[in-house]
């Protein structure tokens, strides 16, 4: 085979109509090939990445009401994780779920194999009674899939701040799109990254390790591998910002130098300007406000916040 036919093609089309345009971008799931999944998890172990520690202690604190909200009434629920990763915040939840005998399984969905060959090797070592059953699919296909058979109804678990990966309007279209595939008593259990001191959400995408940067620069590395590009990372800066006015976290690739990229696997040549830049993810940040628009647009009702103590980070109830 050739090298353009061994290629990943949804790779190869995110980056070629990203980086046409004219104003650079590339689709933040780029980040997340062997080695970004790795690098994440370094990042979640960081002093200033705060975000793990306060969902982390939402969930010891208050999973036994997490476990009578959702199973209230029911003989038994479906649990389903977007993104679950390493799964060490969830496992809080499953290890009491299943100590409380509840009667559930838990199908976490992930576009990444390898995270979730992980994931359940971990899982049936820490919980071996764990009812587990790993989705490799998109999340709508996921839940196209499950609602086919389903008899329970359906929790759908998307933590760790991950709605803030979306800029606000697709947010929202987000939600929708999930509630529009939920039946009448299901529900989301969604993070949500709260607003707070400026400085500290800057220095948890720009911290004192380097270890953001190394994870946003591993995207330049993996187009190189992938499609026989020849960026040269030195030539680049990793930039995060922060507007504490609309909430949005945004992070940049920033091009040196004027310079000229040429993707070989896809035949493309990408010039640069002198500082131009690439933008490769948003992080979102929310007030309750911003919450119950989400949730209201969509036909949702907040039934709970779940906060840390320092009021960080929320994990919202929300039913249809």
């Given at each position: 085979?050739?090298?353009?036919?061994?290629?990943?093609?949804?790779?190869?089309?995110?980056?070629?109509?990203?980086?046409?345009?004219?104003?650079?971008?590339?689709?933040?799931?780029?980040?997340?090939?062997?080695?970004?999944?790795?690098?994440?998890?370094?990042?979640?172990?960081?002093?200033?990445?705060?975000?793990?520690?306060?969902?982390?202690?939402?969930?010891?604190?208050?999973?036994?009401?997490?476990?009578s909200?959702?199973?209230?009434?029911?003989?038994?629920?479906?649990?389903?994780?977007?993104?679950?990763?390493?799964?060490?915040?969830?496992?809080?939840?499953?290890?009491h779920?299943?100590?409380?005998k509840?009667?559930?399984?838990?199908?976490?969905?992930?576009?990444?194999?390898n995270?979730?060959?992980?994931?359940?090797q971990?899982?049936?070592?820490?919980?071996?009674?764990?009812?587990?059953?790993?989705?490799?699919?998109?999340?709508?296909?996921?839940?196209?899939?499950?609602n086919?058979?389903?008899?329970?109804p359906?929790?759908?678990?998307?933590?760790?701040?991950?709605?803030?990966?979306?800029?606000?309007?697709?947010?929202?279209?987000?939600?929708n799109?999930?509630?529009?595939?939920?039946?009448?008593?299901?529900?989301?259990?969604?993070?949500?990254?709260?607003?707070?001191?400026?400085?500290?959400?800057?220095?948890?995408?720009?911290?004192?390790?380097?270890?953001?940067?190394?994870?946003?620069?591993?995207?330049?590395?993996?187009?190189?591998?992938?499609?026989?590009?020849?960026?040269?990372?030195?030539?680049?800066?990793?930039?995060?910002?922060?507007?504490?006015?609309?909430?949005?976290?945004?992070?940049?690739?920033?091009?040196?130098?004027?310079?000229?990229?040429?993707?070989?696997?896809?035949?493309?040549t990408?010039?640069?300007?002198?500082?131009?830049?690439?933008?490769?993810?948003?992080?979102q940040?929310?007030?309750?406000?911003?919450?119950?628009?989400?949730?209201?647009?969509?036909?949702?009702?907040?039934?709970?916040?779940?906060?840390?103590?320092?009021?960080?980070?929320?994990?919202?109830?929300?039913?249809?």
């Open positions: 085979m050739t090298t353009t036919e061994k290629i990943n093609f949804s790779v190869a089309d995110a980056v070629k109509e990203g980086l046409t345009q004219k104003e650079k971008s590339l689709p933040s799931w780029l980040f997340y090939n062997k080695e970004g999944d790795r690098l994440f998890q370094e990042i979640m172990k960081m002093p200033e990445y705060y975000l793990t520690n306060c969902e982390y202690d939402i969930f010891q604190k208050y999973k036994n009401e997490i476990l909200l959702i199973s209230a009434d029911v003989e038994g629920f479906n649990l389903i994780e977007f993104g679950a990763g390493d799964g060490l915040k969830t496992e809080i939840l499953l290890k779920f299943v100590d409380q509840a009667t559930f399984n838990y199908k976490p969905v992930d576009i990444s194999k995270v979730l060959n992980l994931l359940q971990r899982m049936q070592k820490s919980i071996p009674d764990l009812d587990i059953e790993p989705i490799n699919k998109e999340y709508f296909s996921a839940l196209d899939a499950l086919e058979a389903r008899k329970n359906m929790v759908v678990l998307f933590m760790g701040g991950n709605i803030g990966n979306f800029e606000l309007k697709n947010a929202h279209s987000f939600v799109q999930i509630a529009e595939k939920l039946r009448t008593g299901d529900r989301i259990i969604m993070g949500f990254d709260m607003k707070k001191d400026p400085e500290m959400i800057r220095s948890a995408y720009n911290d004192a390790q380097g270890i953001t940067r190394q994870f946003n620069m591993n995207l330049l590395t993996r187009l190189n591998n992938e499609l026989d590009a020849n960026f040269d990372l030195e030539q680049f800066k990793h930039y995060p910002s922060y507007d504490p006015q609309t909430g949005t976290t945004k992070s940049f690739l920033i091009s040196q130098k004027k310079q000229t990229v040429h993707l070989k696997a896809i035949d493309t990408i010039h640069f300007k002198a500082w131009e830049h690439i933008h490769v993810e948003v992080s940040k929310f007030d309750e406000d911003m919450i119950e628009n989400i949730a209201t647009e969509a036909g949702l009702k907040v039934e709970k916040y779940f906060y840390d103590e320092k009021e960080y980070f929320a994990d919202v109830v929300m039913r249809k």
